[in-house]
């Protein structure tokens, strides 16, 4: 049988949807048995997570979404999402009787794409499909599409149960993707579903190490997402690229950083997060009938799975899954940059800000770097798991010069790989501001959204449509920019929160930024007077990028630990002279508790220095636009900027 | 006739049952569950309920006995039985629960023993009424059952 929408029950979609259902309790089990059967949909139930997955790797397609207790004897209920979305890609609704924000947070950061609590209602069962439904429609961007031939998406078969807006929304959207395919694979018509087996998978590991080691930075980095935030002439920008990991965008910002001073730029804060190139691990992988889609999807599952692992501090690179959410459909935008915002502030205090829970989004204080001092931060964005990420840049003090450690990190910039699509967007930010320990960033840019965040689909397409993804919001000026400060008053600097990039590969990184208030620090330390512009921040953090995203989940600055040694001592320089690692720091106020770890850069392919040359002009014809531009049309021009292409 | 004076009854102690806290709308879910193809859903959830708790209950009874007292262990039965009562809509069994993982949490060994005798007592009490309920659904007919649940 095949995958759901190309059987013959599709023309009755939802109807006929198939149901695992994995709970321990036997009454809850009858209950939803029944509950889904009412629904019309197709119901399996079982007891144990260790039967279901049996089930589920048994009939590989054999189901469309499974709906999952939290708490289970056998195996985390977190466990078993996570597998399931690394292996099967299916949806996966997490329930519970408890419903407490921290056990949500975690379902959506494991993957979930629904967390619903006990007692579960009829009428939210009734609207389960919809995650099947947004699970198909992504991957029909992505181009992997279920085997089933053309009509497989066609509007007809899946929405023949008479739901014609539906179908319009989806033609409308895959008109949109192909309009923009110049990324994306022509034939992407139907394509066999890929499975990914433990062989397969570990093919896909081994040449993602390989092209950690062979890259220059730190492997374990993957990024796909270029940010650069700068400020010109009181108007900072913002490049977005989703799907990316900080880290490397650090590196790039470097880079960026000092083209930009020689164009009398002064950047902000520059992100860069260079696509880790589903292209290069395909290559290297040398399976000839898997593409670059598949690839590319599976990367960011895997990054969000890296992440996942950093954050629980496990080593171990195994094989798990993490389903990725629908983050970019569920994410209030507001969420992003509203968390940085309170960060922002002066003290470390909400170093949740950024999205609590893990997916943080590191602020790189590329201020070392920044020429002129004028970038100084980072802006770490919440994976998209977390829908909302919250990109926060730091506005390093023009006035400061000094040559931050991110120029280390220059070469980094050239390993962009041109399939990174980014999204810019305006934020505007006064420039020099001193730190007066304002925070009114955090208000500021919790009511100014505007989201224009082109986002670019890295891997495929050019940029998906922003609302799904990125929103971006409009920085309203704040004027608080760090002190030049030393590291020691970093908790003014801000609320950017630091997330030690974990580097799966390398475990020689610090995978924990230990003073998380120093965080403020690492920033700092860019540049005895890096002065960060909170308000960068706080508008990069309302950047919240859409599944893309996802890669920034909490990874753990590799060289967090070494940056902020870099930093804290107050050398400017110091941040990332070491290399290429991408430091990522929040400018959480002090305490970032939490290690916002970006994921793992790698900076394999980018090594295109024009990328840093040509930034700022891009910058500036790309960057600049605003919720008009939504077709990033700019995307060709800053394309050929900011990412190394 | 006999059998609207049972459906009076029956409904009578329905009512009562919610009025007085013992049930809670997801007992009405239930009943809007059972139809022609599930004519006994309610009485069938019940009785695997029922069932399960009572395993559950042993479980608990067991662990309180262990000195000391590991609350976590208690903390995730109670997870479990409070999780159980919320499908059938067991209000008091599952407000127990809560008390219980209160007491839980705060380590007190001796409000986990007396709430947990609440439990027991709120579990005992609601069964009795709800076996007097089916009883009577019973002799009012399965048809009466199943109209007034549609």
């Given at each position: 049988m095949e995958n759901g929408f190309s059987s013959p029950r599709t023309d009755a979609f939802p109807a006929g949807l198939r149901v695992l259902v994995v709970d321990d309790d036997p009454t809850w089990l009858k209950i939803l048995e029944k509950m889904l059967k009412k629904c019309s949909y197709e119901v399996t139930t079982c007891c144990l997570a260790r039967d279901a997955l049996d089930m589920l790797r048994g009939k590989k397609d054999g189901f469309d979404i499974v709906i999952s207790d939290v708490n289970m004897p056998d195996m985390d209920g977190f466990k078993l999402l996570e597998q399931v979305g690394l292996e099967m890609d299916l949806p996966v609704i997490m329930m519970s009787v408890d419903g407490e924000t921290s056990r949500v947070m975690k379902g959506v950061q494991h993957g979930a794409c629904d967390y619903l609590l006990k007692p579960v209602r009829m009428k939210e069962l009734r609207n389960i499909w919809q995650h099947v439904f947004r699970k198909k429609i992504h991957e029909v961007k992505d181009i992997e599409s279920h085997e089933g031939g053309p009509d497989e998406f066609d509007d007809g078969h899946l929405l023949s149960a008479g739901d014609t807006n539906l179908a319009k929304k989806r033609k409308d959207l895959e008109n949109r993707e192909h309009d923009d395919q110049e990324f994306s694979d022509p034939s992407a018509a139907k394509k066999v579903r890929v499975v990914w087996s433990v062989d397969l998978h570990q093919k896909f590991v081994n040449a993602v190490n390989q092209i950690g080691l062979d890259s220059e930075y730190q492997p374990g980095f993957l990024f796909n997402t270029l940010i650069c935030i700068f400020i010109h002439k009181n108007i900072s920008y913002f490049i977005l690229c989703p799907s990316g990991d900080i880290w490397l965008s650090y590196l790039l910002f470097t880079t960026f950083s000092c083209h930009l001073n020689n164009a009398c730029i002064e950047p902000l804060c520059v992100i860069l997060l260079a696509e880790v190139g589903p292209k290069k691990i395909l290559d290297l992988m040398n399976?000839?009938?898997?593409t670059r889609e598949n690839v590319a999807s599976h990367l960011q599952k895997y990054r969000l799975y890296l992440s996942r692992l950093q954050k629980q501090n496990e080593p171990k690179t195994s094989f798990g899954g993490i389903k990725l959410p629908d983050f970019s459909y569920k994410d209030p935008p507001g969420s992003f940059g509203l968390q940085s915002s309170t960060t922002m502030h002066q003290n470390n205090a909400a170093n949740t800000n950024f999205g609590y829970s893990g997916n943080k989004i590191l602020v790189q204080d590329v201020g070392s770097q920044i020429h002129g001092g004028d970038l100084e931060g980072i802006v770490s964005f919440l994976p998209a798991a977390e829908p909302k990420k919250a990109l926060i840049g730091d506005v390093p003090d023009p006035q400061k010069t000094s040559s931050s450690s991110l120029m280390g990190t220059t070469h980094s910039l050239e390993s962009l790989r041109p399939d990174v699509n980014y999204a810019s967007f305006e934020f505007t930010i006064p420039r020099q501001h001193s730190w007066s320990g304002e925070t009114p960033v955090k208000e500021q840019l919790k009511q100014e959204h505007e989201p224009y965040l082109l986002l670019g689909d890295g891997y495929t397409n050019p940029p998906l449509p922003i609302p799904h993804h990125i929103q971006v919001h409009r920085l309203r000026s704040v004027p608080s920019i760090y002190p030049r400060t030393s590291i020691t008053e970093r908790d003014k600097l801000g609320p950017i929160e630091t997330r030690p990039l974990c580097t799966e590969y390398k475990s020689?990184?610090?995978?924990?930024?230990?003073?998380v208030g120093r965080t403020v620090d690492l920033f700092s330390v860019q540049a005895d007077s890096h002065i960060i512009n909170p308000q960068a921040f706080e508008a990069i953090s309302t950047i919240t990028s859409s599944t893309k995203s996802r890669n920034f989940d909490q990874n753990c600055v590799n060289n967090l630990e070494s940056v902020q040694q870099n930093i804290i001592p107050g050398s400017g320089s110091a941040l990332l002279s070491s290399h290429g690692d991408v430091q990522l720091f929040s400018l959480q106020g002090c305490g970032y508790t939490e290690n916002i770890g970006l994921q793992n850069i790698e900076f394999s392919d980018y090594n295109d220095s024009e990328l840093v040359t040509e930034l700022p002009s891009h910058l500036y014809d790309g960057l600049r636009f605003n919720c008009d531009y939504l077709d990033l049309m700019e995307y060709p021009t800053v394309d050929q900027g900011l990412f190394i292409a | 006739m006999e059998g609207s004076h049972l459906q009076r009854q029956m409904a009578c102690m329905r009512k009562s049952l919610f009025d007085q806290g013992f049930l809670d709308e997801q007992f009405i879910q239930l009943e809007e569950l059972q139809d022609d193809a599930n004519p006994n859903f309610v009485e069938e959830v019940v009785t695997l309920f029922y069932r399960d708790s009572t395993r559950l209950i042993l479980n608990v009874d067991q662990a309180l006995e262990k000195v000391p007292l590991d609350f976590t262990k208690l903390d995730n039965y109670m997870h479990q039985f409070k999780g159980s009562s919320s499908s059938i809509g067991a209000a008091k069994v599952k407000n127990e629960c809560t008390q219980f993982k209160e007491c839980c949490k705060a380590g007190n060994a001796e409000g986990c023993m007396r709430s947990f005798q609440q439990v027991k007592k709120e579990h005992a009490a609601l069964r009795k009424k709800l076996e007097a309920y089916f009883q009577l659904a019973r002799q009012a007919g399965t048809g009466e059952t199943a109209s007034r649940s549609k």
């Open positions: 399976v000839p009938w898997l020689n990184h610090v995978t924990s930024i230990s003073p | -």
